[in-house]
């Protein structure tokens, strides 16, 4: 399966999605199996809580074209999102992933094979990062790595 990275940001808010991912016209599941998020604001001590959710309806944001890790696949079916103006529409009880941290350091995720946060194989349906607990506003970056 072809691997992709996928990156955006934005601003630290409660219920606020930083970055999704979904499932493009041809239906392929998708599966993160790599995350990293970071502050990119002058170091201070807010802390964060985030989580990773399957959805169901994309929500509106700005574009982000996903880039295949090895040149050599094909351009990736699934879609990305990010700095949404309408948040995607989240399937209730399905946290795939929670953490908090403080944005004095970033936070990795690292999936063991086979363990990797998947999405249902249905189009428009995939998965979004979001801020659920924000002390502060600043800028965030995330990177996602998945395959399809």
Do not use: W
């Not at 094979?113 to 979004?128: A, D, I, M, V, Y």
């Amino acid at each position: 399966m072809p691997d992709y990275s996928v990156d955006g940001n934005q601003n630290a808010a409660a219920s606020t999605t930083i970055l999704s991912i979904s499932v493009g016209a041809t239906v392929r599941r998708l599966a993160i199996f790599y995350l990293t998020i970071g502050s990119a604001a002058t170091p201070a001590d807010q802390a964060n809580n985030c989580q990773v959710n399957r959805l169901t309806a994309d929500g509106v944001g700005t574009a982000v074209t996903p880039q295949a890790l090895d040149p050599a696949e094909p351009a990736a079916v699934g879609t990305g999102l990010e700095d949404h103006t309408t948040e995607p529409t989240y399937t209730a009880n399905a946290v795939l992933l929670s953490f908090s941290f403080n944005t004095r350091a970033n936070y990795q995720f690292y999936a063991n094979p086979g363990r990797e946060l998947k999405s249902p194989g249905t189009l428009s349906n995939g998965l979004g990062l979001r801020f659920v607990v924000a002390t502060g506003t600043q800028l965030h970056e995330a990177t996602l790595h998945y395959f399809e």
